[in-house]
Nanobody, 115 residues
C-alpha cells in the first residue's frame, strides 16, 4: 500500500558527509510521520531522526549536531544530511513512514564509514 525507496548510501571516510533520500508513494494520508532509523549487524534498529506529527524533530543524542532531517511534503520525501560521519554511524539506514497505527519501511541503504 505504501512504498518507500531510499537512496544515497555509500562508503565515506570519517568526517565525510552523505545525504540520504526517501521517497514515499502509494496510499499516503495527510496524517503521517516519517523518519530515519538505522541498524548495525547484531544491533537493534534505533531511531536516528524523525518528524513528529506536530512537525517537530526528534534526533538521537548520538547524531545531534551532525545530522539534519528535512522533508519536501509535496513530494512525500524525507532527507537525511549526515555530516562529520563516524565509524559508529556505519549501519543500514531505513526510512519509516507511520500512519494510523501502521509502519512502513524502506528496503534500507547501506552507510559505511571507514578509513
Amino acid at each position: 500500500q505504501v512504498q518507500l525507496v531510499e537512496s544515497g548510501g555509500g562508503t565515506v571516510q570519517p568526517g565525510g558527509s552523505l545525504r540520504l533520500s526517501c521517497a514515499a508513494s502509494g496510499s499516503i494520508f495527510s496524517i503521517y510521520t516519517m523518519g530515519w532509523y538505522r541498524q548495525a549487524p547484531g544491533k537493534q534498529r534505533d531511531l536516528v531522526a524523525a518528524f513528529t506529527r506536530g512537525g517537530s524533530i526528534n534526533y538521537a543524542d548520538s547524531v545531534k549536531g551532525r545530522f539534519t532531517i528535512s522533508r519536501d511534503n509535496a513530494k512525500n520525501t524525507v532527507y537525511l544530511q549526515m555530516n562529520s560521519l563516524k565509524p559508529e554511524d556505519t549501519a543500514v539506514y531505513y526510512c519509516r513512514l507511520s500512519q494510523y497505527g501502521s509502519n512502513y519501511w524502506g528496503q534500507g541503504t547501506q552507510v559505511t564509514v571507514s578509513s
